[in-house]
């Protein structure tokens, strides 16, 4: 894929988007009633990979915005700044994963899944929850509970589906080496 | 005559990534209000050449150039891509990537606003440019809400806010029905009339381009430029067949009549073709001696919709009482304008709508209590665009998946999975990444995925869509060779040809109903058909009556019945 | 489909303020909204914001598919703040009065209930605002209003590109879950956890894989036509500043003010009628 500022635009634009529609149409019941489970996390995170922090940043920023106003709740400002820290520490956390020439081996997984649980730890349980505190004062123990269920359940989502999204971009490009047709 | 605006000079080009150069050796020019065509099959080029006249390459995808290119006098790669794009305006083939304005007022707008053009002046030009193409009436509208023609229009507008000397189209009729195909010609045809542009269509459906005149047409192959010529010229020749593009149909039924088409006949379009008494009663005398091919065997009702009717929930009615039967054995195109309802029918038969009134019947019983998966197994339905379809890595996995959700035992799985890769041709590959196949490669194995269900029907959506002769013919050999075997085949399309050739007969939708079932020589010769769902009449037709044939439709007919009998076997 | 952003067609005074000032507005009300836990300036902004949607001419009926996920965000909020702290009221206002108690540590105090209420408020005070800015506000007005304020012009087109491919988008995931059923592909609740997430896999990988080959068209496509040529760029959309306009971004400004001096007035975001 070519590579220029507008292409990032792109992405971000697309990728919002994508982001937007498994967050507030693809639901996967949870085991836990009246919950579901967020797939963009896992989308994010592989296009995070492909197009770096701020792409990473501004897709789940605007994505998780659009969302928000979709549902007329008004704007979690606090989630949505923890969407976007997510979005911009795995970018860095990233950078050396080369996806973008189809390179996703054992080592790439192992590093694409400690760099997004860690990230989304540091996103879910320190960034969000402390602006929840700071702008709505709602009780410490509630809201750390809160973020840490969405967090751990970001990162199971991020684990499967953002893994074997990158394994299938990988395979999809062109082929290296010669494949002989069998008889 | 003026000095060209485009000039390729012993011009190659190669990827980076590629291990051959993509050109060779192009020596090409085009002067200011000339029309150019040019065609050629997959991979020739075209595509390529296109990007290197509206500055895409070197600007954007990176690789070696040799040779010279000039835009207006001066060396390409000199310039820069926003520079180029002041001369040169691109019409891209995916109407739908090129529309990036949610109105139809921004999208002709953005090269405006990109160049920071204010007001009052902004909103004039919009205006201007959406006259031009017709489309002032929707400038409000956002893009679901237009049609495919509609769209390109809003494209073309887009270009034309900006004065520029060259008007690029890529595969401009790809995405449109055969009349908005010829309204699009049409357009084309006007508008460089009145803007004076240099304008190069690429585009392999040669008869719809030269439905109005073109100056040259170049025929690319290997990368190479075989032939800048006269459309006559061209057709008089056997280049394009050997190249893989097909010929007009009229230019074909003469060959096979045995008429020498030279270019002094000016055969480019079937109105001017200058016919002999002499050539006339040859085209008689081979009509007549072609036997008419034998009646099938009327088989038993496959599948019957009886006055179905299906409102969204948006209360757009899609299907008005829908009444129609498919016997077994078939292999029938399924026809109309967008909107008509053919989608919705489909959508019905597998299951992911359910009809408010009405009964659809598979082989007698009610399908209403079947469930979505239970109706997989009756009938297949094969997606236009495979890359949508195809979620497995593996070629063996992805026509696999169908029978693992339904817990059929793994040494089944194997015997049934490899017997359909035989079938479809895709055995020698059955190890592969599903990444290294072609897009017609793709195709079959999501057919393959569908057939190894083991279904009685297969309903495809635009089967050979994107897809150069020659892939099309291998895709409509193997659909054939299906048939052959026992399976009914529907095939939602909106191309002619394939009408012609490959489909016994066309069911056509419009508005909602049903308003034709039958032989598609009858469809496409009825006039009355042709307008309400938007077909085109076909140019044997027209020939027929020029040599004086009474009965046009039994002679469209015996071309299909030659085409089937003689050549292709 | 149910169009998610609905724009609301239906002349007001709401409606003819331009996207720029609206969404100032917008922000600076709810940056008030969120500052203050101050009961009367949260109860102003509510009345207010109920005021403004009627200014709006909007309907109820026009949002009513949004309340239930509303109600239930709202419910469920407060429910779990009193089963996590049901004491948070007595430490934020610093007295216990007693009411009721539920068993356990759940005892209901009037601190505790009145929490709740400037809790409810605040939600109060925040969505009706939201919804008129969603239905007023047409999206590609949205964009140029983002570049108006300071916002990059990419990004706010990224914004726009956004807004432009979410029906594509929805269509595209739609149709690919249908064919994929068809081949048995379930996601419901019979399935285990992560054979649902396997499943989702099978219709999000063609979704998106084929998603990333539009981009590449799409900047094609844009970068023929002159995006990324100049520094900034003008906006079809764009309309100049009115008196109304400047108006409403100041009793916004006015509204998130107040907030600051009452954080101020009452030594911290708290109004405590307890002592």
Redesign the interface.
């Known amino acids: 894929?070519?590579k220029?500022?507008?292409?990032t635009?792109?992405?971000?634009?697309?990728g919002?988007?994508?982001f937007?529609?498994?967050g507030?149409?693809?639901a996967?019941?949870?085991?836990v009633p009246?919950t579901n489970?967020a797939?963009q996390y896992?989308?994010c995170a592989?296009m995070t990979v492909?197009f770096g922090p701020v792409a990473g940043a501004?897709i789940a920023f605007?994505?998780h915005t659009?969302i928000d106003?979709?549902?007329?709740?008004?704007?979690w400002?606090s989630w949505v700044i923890a969407s976007g820290v997510f979005g911009l520490l795995f970018g860095f956390a990233s950078k050396k994963i080369k996806l973008a020439d189809g390179e996703f081996g054992k080592k790439d997984i192992l590093r694409f899944n400690i760099a997004q649980l860690c990230c989304h730890l540091v996103a879910w349980g320190l960034v969000a929850p402390t602006l929840d505190v700071l702008?709505?004062?709602?009780?410490?123990?509630?809201v750390y509970?809160?973020c840490l269920v969405g967090g751990i359940s970001n990162i199971v989502?991020t684990a499967?589906?953002g893994t074997?999204?990158c394994?299938?971009?990988a395979?999809?490009?062109?082929?290296k080496g010669s494949?002989k047709?069998?008889? | 005559m003026n000095d060209p605006i485009i000039r390729f000079e012993h011009f190659s080009f190669q990827y980076h990534a590629q291990a051959e150069p993509t050109l060779h050796d192009v020596c090409l020019s085009v002067r200011k209000g000339e029309k150019l065509l040019i065609c050629g099959p997959s991979g020739c080029g075209k595509s390529t050449l296109a990007h290197c006249i509206n500055g895409l390459i070197p600007f954007?995808?990176k690789g070696e150039i040799g040779g010279s290119l000039t835009i207006a006098g001066r060396e390409s790669r000199e310039l820069g891509i926003f520079e180029i794009s002041r001369t040169v305006g691109t019409v891209l083939q995916d109407t739908d990537g090129q529309f990036v304005g949610l109105t139809v007022a921004e999208d002709i707008a953005f090269a405006l606003e990109n160049d920071c053009v204010g007001e009052p002046e902004l909103h004039e030009r919009v205006r201007t440019a959406a006259a031009l193409v017709g489309v002032e009436d929707h400038l409000s509208h956002a893009p679901g809400e237009l049609s495919g023609g509609q769209k390109q229009r809003v494209s073309l507008a887009g270009i034309l806010v900006d004065d520029v000397e060259v008007l690029l189209f890529d595969e401009p009729l790809a995405n449109l029905d055969p009349a908005t195909g010829k309204q699009a010609i049409e357009l084309i045809d006007e508008i460089q009339k009145e803007t004076g542009a240099a304008v190069i269509i690429i585009e392999h459906r040669l008869e719809d381009v030269l439905h109005r005149h073109v100056d040259r047409v170049v025929l690319m192959n290997g990368g190479r430029i075989l032939a800048d010529t006269t459309p006559d010229e061209l057709l008089a020749g056997e280049l394009l067949r050997e190249n893989g593009i097909r010929e007009p149909l009229y230019i074909t039924a003469l060959k096979y009549a045995g008429v020498s088409v030279t270019a002094d006949k000016r055969p480019d379009h079937i109105e001017t073709i200058e016919l002999s008494e002499e050539d006339q009663a040859r085209v008689r005398a081979w009509f007549q001696s072609v036997p008419p091919a034998p009646e099938k065997p009327e088989t038993p009702v496959l599948l019957a919709a009886e006055g179905v009717r299906f409102a969204y929930p948006n209360g757009r009615e899609a299907l008005a009482g829908l009444s129609l039967a498919v016997r077994e054995g078939e292999l029938s195109a399924v026809v109309g304008t967008n909107g008509a309802g053919k989608s919705t029918f489909c959508k019905l038969l597998c299951g992911f709508e359910t009809q408010q009134e009405g009964t659809l019947r598979f082989a007698g019983q009610d399908m209403a209590e079947l469930s979505i998966k239970e109706r997989a197994d009756r009938i297949g339905y094969v997606m236009q665009n495979p890359n949508q379809m195809i979620?497995q890595?593996m070629i063996f996995d992805e026509v696999a998946l169908g029978l693992r959700t339904r817990g059929v035992p793994e040494e089944e799985i194997r015997r049934r999975v490899e017997e359909t890769l035989k079938v479809c041709g895709l055995?020698?590959?059955?190890?592969?990444?599903?990444?290294?196949l072609s897009f017609g490669q793709k195709k079959r194995v999501t057919i393959a995925a569908i057939l190894v269900l083991e279904p009685q029907i297969i309903i495809l959506d635009e089967p050979t869509a994107g897809q150069d002769y020659r892939h099309y013919t291998e895709i409509m050999e193997f659909l054939l060779a299906l048939n052959r075997r026992g399976v009914t085949v529907l095939m939602v399309t909106h191309d002619m040809h394939l009408m012609l050739e490959y489909a016994g007969r066309a069911i056509v939708f419009s508005g909602g109903r049903l308003i034709a079932d039958a032989p598609c020589a009858e469809i496409l010769t009825d006039e009355t058909v042709i307008r309400r769902a938007s077909l085109k009449e076909t140019s044997l037709y027209t020939l027929a009556q020029r040599c004086g044939i009474d009965d046009g439709q039994a002679f469209v007919q015996r071309f299909i019945d030659y085409e089937r009998e003689a050549v292709r076997t | 489909m149910r169009p998610?952003?609905n724009y609301i067609d239906r002349p007001s005074p709401v409606h003819r303020l331009t996207g720029a000032a609206k969404l100032v507005s917008m922000l600076l009300w709810?940056l008030a909204a969120?500052t203050t836990?101050d009961t009367r300036l949260l109860a102003l902004l509510a009345v207010g914001g109920v005021a403004l949607f009627a200014a709006a001419r909007l309907r109820i009926a026009d949002?009513s598919f949004?309340f239930g996920?509303?109600l239930?965000?709202m419910v469920?909020n407060n429910l779990?703040?009193f089963?996590?702290?049901p004491e948070?009221g007595v430490s934020?206002y610093g007295t216990r009065h007693v009411l009721f108690s539920l068993g356990g540590r759940w005892v209901v105090t009037k601190e505790q209930l009145f929490y709740h209420l400037n809790?409810l408020l605040?939600?109060c005070a925040?969505?009706p605002v939201?919804?008129a800015f969603?239905c007023t506000t047409q999206p590609s007005e949205f964009a140029a209003s983002l570049n108006r304020i300071g916002v990059k012009y990419?990004?706010a087109?990224?914004?726009?590109?956004?807004?432009?491919?979410?029906p594509?988008?929805?269509r595209d995931?739609h149709e690919i879950s249908q064919a994929q059923q068809a081949r048995g592909i379930e996601?419901?609740?019979k399935e285990s956890?992560?054979k649902?997430?396997?499943s989702?896999?099978a219709?999000?990988?063609p979704?998106?894989?084929s998603?990333?080959d539009?981009?590449?068209v799409?900047?094609n496509a844009?970068?023929l036509r002159g995006?990324?040529k100049n520094k900034k760029r003008s906006w079809y959309m764009a309309r100049p500043f009115t008196a109304g306009d400047v108006l409403a971004m100041i009793l916004c400004a006015l509204l998130f003010a107040a907030a600051l001096i009452l954080n101020r007035l009452n030594g911290g975001?708290?109004y405590n009628p307890f002592v």
């Open positions: 894929m070519k220029s500022p507008i292409v635009v792109v992405a971000i634009g697309i919002a988007a994508l937007f529609v498994l507030r149409f693809v996967i019941p949870s085991p009246n489970i797939l896992g989308l592989f492909l501004l605007i994505g659009l106003f979709s549902y007329g709740w008004g704007i400002w702008m709505f004062a709602e009780p410490a123990n509630k509970l809160q989502t499967i589906v074997l999204l394994l299938a971009y395979k999809a490009k062109p082929g494949l047709e069998e008889k | 954007s995808y979620s890595t055995w020698p590959f059955r190890s592969w990444p599903v990444s290294a | 998610l952003f709810t969120m836990y949002v949004l996920f509303i239930v965000f469920l779990l703040v089963l996590f702290a948070h934020i809790l605040k939600y925040m969505i939201v919804m969603i990419t990004v087109y990224s914004v726009a590109l956004a807004l432009r491919y979410i594509d988008v929805q995931y996601m419901s609740r956890l992560i649902r997430l396997k989702a896999s219709i999000l990988i979704l998106i894989l998603s990333m539009r981009i590449e799409i900047s844009m970068e995006f990324g975001r708290f």
